[in-house]
């Protein structure tokens, strides 16, 4: 009887390492391309709808960068965590608990706010993503619980607070009834940068945490502590490096990063708490990390491309009248191949007999 097994490889391929998105996207276009054409659509047609048709516009392009920016904020700040083997998967709580920190601000101060009333929406989105993400590095270093399932679980629950407020304490007086909060006053808003589009200033905040992002994870001693402490976690015991504080470190990280985000997006496109704001950046955001290997700036590469997939899921349902959901079959795909591929850089495919 045949037997495979995996040996794991001494070296791993560099070009491969940095190459492997680009093959992983292939593979999804080459695997997107049969399902079409298994469907009966043309491929080619809804090849161009996904990937060109959003950026031939002056909106489109806003559009995209508008989405791009919230995945790769919460993806810098995953990838903290992710170096040193510590695994969040609770961003999209932590957004949602962001935002609505930001936004009992901004519905506190109504009219008529005080100048700094945008600076501290941004540090109460910070405190309430690190405040959500307090929870599982609590309880993964009080009691050993695994951080990937206790943030996970906290993403319904937030979820469902945020029903609760917009259907409740909340709820707009002279909103006919829908739940949502009050529209925010212009200055809980942040600017248009151009006029009749959507992208705004807070576009600079995720400039910005790229290269602080950078210069922590390639630059810092902290930095390289978490590195080391995600490659070799015995080294890093032996050298003395503290596994609690890399926990800290990485989930609160992700859950400033991830309420920042939040708050980014009801301060922008939305001007208000509706029971849905993330249209699931907080998932998606993982996969961002991943296509851009944990890199400042893979990741702004890993997040032009998956909002440009869902502009390209948008514009398909629009032109072709694809359902919306062939996003996510595009996202899992990449996901996928992209996990093949690291399995195949690491390690090498062997047969054997039993």
Sequence with gaps: MIKVHLERRLVPSTIMVIGAPVLALAATIGLGTILFLGLGIDPLATLYQFFWAPL?????L???LLKASPLILIALGLSVGFRANVWNIGAEGMFIMGAIAAGLLAIHFGEGAPVWLLPAMVAAGALGGMAWAAIPAFLRIWANASEILVSLMLNYVAQLFLAFLVNGPLRDPDG???????LYDPSAMFSPLFDEM???????ITIGAVAVTWIFLERSFLGFQMTVGGIAPVAARYAGFSQARAIWTGLLAGGAAAGIAGMME???PLGQLTPVISPGYG?????VAFIGRLNAFGIVVGGLLLSLLYMGGES??????IPSAITRTFQGMLLFFLLAADVLIHY???LGRT
């Design 283 to 287: 998932y998606v955001a993982i996969i």
């Design 348 to 350: 090498r495919i062997r």
């Design 62 to 64: 806003s559009e995209w």
């Design 316 to 321: 398909v349902q629009i032109a072709l009248n």
């Design 176 to 182: 006919f009834n829908y739940p949502q909060s009050p």
């Design 266 to 268: 009801v301060s922008g």
């Design 56 to 60: 031939t516009t002056p909106n489109g």
């Design 198 to 204: 959507r992208l705004n200033s807070s576009i600079f």
